[in-house]
Nanobody, 130 residues
């Protein structure tokens, strides 16, 4: 049974930082790419960041580039999202995601497509106030 469990969300002031974690089980973490998405109230779920299975490539939404950093620890089956210089517009529920092990490799063209991602966590709330 695949489980993705996010943690680390919270309420912070603009300019502060948070680090989200996603603990994965029930899937071949060491051979899978991983990603983060977010969904603000009244908006569609959107891509935030992704990292390939070996950490060799990372992908970011333009809105978070330079502020957020995705990483992974294979020994702990955990991925992270370090979020710096947070803005009120970053307020959303953040979701950890993993693709099927039989799916295509991540590319700039496909990484934002929700259909690529088969497994989702329950989400963690991030609220940034000004």
């Amino acid at each position: 049974q695949v489980q993705l469990v996010e943690s680390g969300g919270g309420l912070v002031q603009a300019g502060e930082s948070l680090r989200l974690s996603c603990a994965a089980s029930g899937l071949p973490f060491t051979t899978l790419s991983m990603g983060w998405f977010r969904q603000a109230p009244g908006k569609e779920r959107e891509f935030v960041a992704a990292i390939t299975w070996n950490g060799g490539d990372t992908f970011y939404a333009d809105s978070v580039k330079g502020r957020f950093t995705i990483s992974r620890d294979k020994g702990k089956n955990t991925e992270y999202l370090q979020m710096n210089s947070l803005k009120p517009e970053d307020t959303a529920v953040y979701y950890c995601a993993a693709p099927s092990q039989y799916g295509p490799a991540l590319t700039v063209s496909n990484v934002r497509r929700l259909a690529l991602w088969d497994y989702w966590g329950q989400g963690t709330q991030v609220t940034v106030y000004s």
